[in-house]
């Protein structure tokens, strides 16, 4: 169900520590991820879904497959977990405002209520994949890593997967902007969509946020 203003104005208050403390649980989260995933590119860069038995169908030698399926695990429980700690900053970042919003002006001459300081860009999209080698790993995209913006589509208009896919497509050889927040910190790439040793034209995945 969702909440009004005014239920939001009535219910327990939200103040900026608690969305600063939201925050600090993203980061976490984003570091861990990239801690196991910096792992999973030790282990021949099988990545998240690279294969883990050989062309005879054999375990692969060269990886710890324990290892692998471990992270590979944990990295998807706390995808899951990110997702969700974005959509509870977003929900507290509007019952702070809403609440500023019906607070009660105690200086009858200041007509004006000041909005709180605390902001986020809102991301679309996150990165889930990154393949050693590929254009989006020279690019500097990691795993965990929020898209807020990538060549003309932002959040504003996007719509859904196939918004990227077009803009990359029609964007092979030319230069992309790519903006993103890593660790509650905005960042600006350049990533330049082309062909390579492995499938598609970057070389990592998206998964769509939820809002």
């Known amino acids: 169900m969702k909440m009004t203003e005014e239920d939001n104005a009535v219910g327990p208050p939200v103040t900026e520590e608690d969305v600063r403390l939201l925050i600090k649980r993203k980061d976490d989260i984003e570091e861990q991820i990239k801690a196991y995933d910096d792992m999973l590119r030790t282990q021949a860069g099988v990545g998240m879904d690279g294969p883990l038995v050989d062309v005879e169908g054999f375990p692969r030698a060269d990886v710890d497959l324990y290892k692998v399926r471990t992270a590979r695990h944990n990295i998807s429980c706390l995808q899951n977990d990110h997702k969700s700690i974005m959509v509870e900053i977003e929900e507290a970042l509007h019952k702070l405002h809403a609440t500023a919003r019906v607070k009660p002006e105690k200086d009858e ?3 004006e209520v000041t909005e709180p300081a605390v902001s986020l860009s809102a991301p679309f999209a996150l990165v889930d ?5 590929s254009p989006a790993f020279q690019a500097g995209l990691r795993v965990g890593d929020e898209i807020i913006e990538l060549g003309s589509v932002n959040t504003q208009n996007f719509r ?4 990227i896919a077009s803009v ?3 964007s ?5 902007r790519v903006g993103l927040l890593r660790s509650g910190q ?7 969509p082309k062909q390579w040793s492995g499938r598609g034209l970057l070389g990592c995945n998206l ?5």
């Open 129 to 133: 994949t990154v393949t050693q080698g």
């Open 207 to 211: 998964v769509p946020l939820q809002r």
């Open 160 to 163: 859904n997967l196939r918004d």
């Open 186 to 192: 905005e960042m600006h790439l350049s990533l330049t």
């Open 109 to 111: 001459t200041k007509m």
């Open 168 to 170: 990359v497509q029609h």
């Open 172 to 176: 092979e050889g030319k230069s992309l």
